[in-house]
C-alpha cells in the first residue's frame, strides 16, 4: 500500500524538476524560432484533417441534439445557442487538445524516447548541448504557437457544418440560429478558448516530452513511454478543462 504512494510522489518530483529544467533551459539560450516554426508546421499540417472531420461530426451531432431536446419544449430556436455554448467554450478546446495529444503527442514521446534508448541524448550532453533546450523547447514554442490557432479552425468548422444541418436537415432557420449563436458567444469567450488552448498545450508537449526522456530500454519501453504519454495529457487536459471553465466561465 505504501509503494503506490510513494512511487507516485517520486513521479511528481522528477516532472516538477523536469518542467523546472525545460524553464531554465529555455530562458538560458536565445529561442530556437526556425526549428519552433517547423515543429509547428508539423503539427498543424499533421492534425489538421483529422481534426477537421472530428469537428463537421460533433458540429452536426450538436445541432441534432439540440434539436432533439428543445423540441419537446418547442424552443427549436435555441439549438443554434446551444451549439455555441457546447462547442465554443467546452467542445472544441478539448476536441483539439485529445487530437493534437493523440497525434503530435506520440510523436514527441516516440521520438525522445528512441533517442534516449540509442543514448543520442547523452551523445547530445556530451557535445555540451542542452538536451532539453534542443528536443523540448522548439516542441513547446511550435505547440503554443498552432494549437490556439487549430481551435479557432476547430470553431469555425463546428459552428458551420452545425449550421448546415439545422438549415438543411432540420428545417430551421438560418439567420435565428446564427443571432442565437452570436447572443451566446462573446469575443472573450474566443479569448478565453485561446488560453485554454494554450495551457493544454504546455500539459501535452510536457508530458509527452518527460515520458520520452524517461523511456526504458527496448522496443517495449518506447510503446510504454507513449501509451503513458497520451493517456497522462489526455486526463491532465481532462480535469484542468473542468478548472479552467469554472475559473473562465464560471
Known amino acids: 500500500m505504501t509503494r503506490g504512494p510513494a512511487a507516485a510522489l517520486a513521479g511528481l518530483g522528477r516532472l516538477g524538476l523536469f518542467v523546472a529544467q525545460i524553464v531554465r533551459s529555455s530562458l538560458r539560450q536565445r529561442p530556437p524560432v526556425q526549428r519552433a516554426l517547423e515543429e509547428a508546421y508539423k503539427i498543424g499540417v499533421n492534425s489538421l484533417p483529422i481534426l477537421l472531420i472530428v469537428s463537421i461530426f460533433v458540429g452536426t451531432n450538436l445541432a441534432v441534439q439540440g434539436h432533439s431536446a428543445f423540441y419537446s419544449i418547442s424552443a427549436q430556436s435555441f439549438v443554434g445557442l446551444f451549439v455555441a ?6 467542445m472544441a478546446p478539448i476536441m483539439v487538445a485529445s487530437m493534437v495529444a493523440a497525434k503530435a503527442g506520440t510523436e514527441m514521446a516516440s521520438q525522445i524516447a528512441v533517442m534516449r534508448i540509442e543514448e543520442q541524448i547523452d551523445a547530445l550532453e556530451v557535445m555540451a548541448i542542452d538536451p532539453y533546450w534542443y528536443l523540448v523547447t522548439p516542441r513547446l514554442y511550435g505547440i503554443l504557437l498552432v494549437l490556439p490557432a487549430l481551435t479557432m479552425v476547430s470553431i469555425f468548422t463546428l459552428m458551420v457544418s452545425a449550421w448546415f444541418v439545422a438549415t438543411n436537415q432540420l ?16 469575443m472573450l469567450d474566443l479569448f478565453f478558448c485561446a488560453v485554454k488552448a494554450f495551457v493544454f498545450g504546455v ?7 518527460y515520458h520520452g526522456f524517461h523511456s526504458t530500454a527496448g522496443a517495449t519501453g518506447v510503446g510504454r513511454a507513449t501509451n503513458a504519454a497520451v493517456v497522462g495529457a489526455a486526463v491532465v487536459c481532462a480535469v484542468l478543462n473542468y478548472v479552467l471553465s469554472e475559473v473562465l466561465f464560471g
Not at 203 to 209: D, G, K, L, N, Q
Request: net charge negative.
Open 171 to 186: 428545417g430551421l432557420d438560418g439567420h435565428v440560429f446564427l443571432d442565437q449563436a452570436a447572443s451566446a458567444t462573446r
Open 85 to 90: 455554448l457546447t462547442g465554443v467554450r467546452e
Open 203 to 209: 500539459v501535452i508537449c510536457v508530458v509527452s516530452c
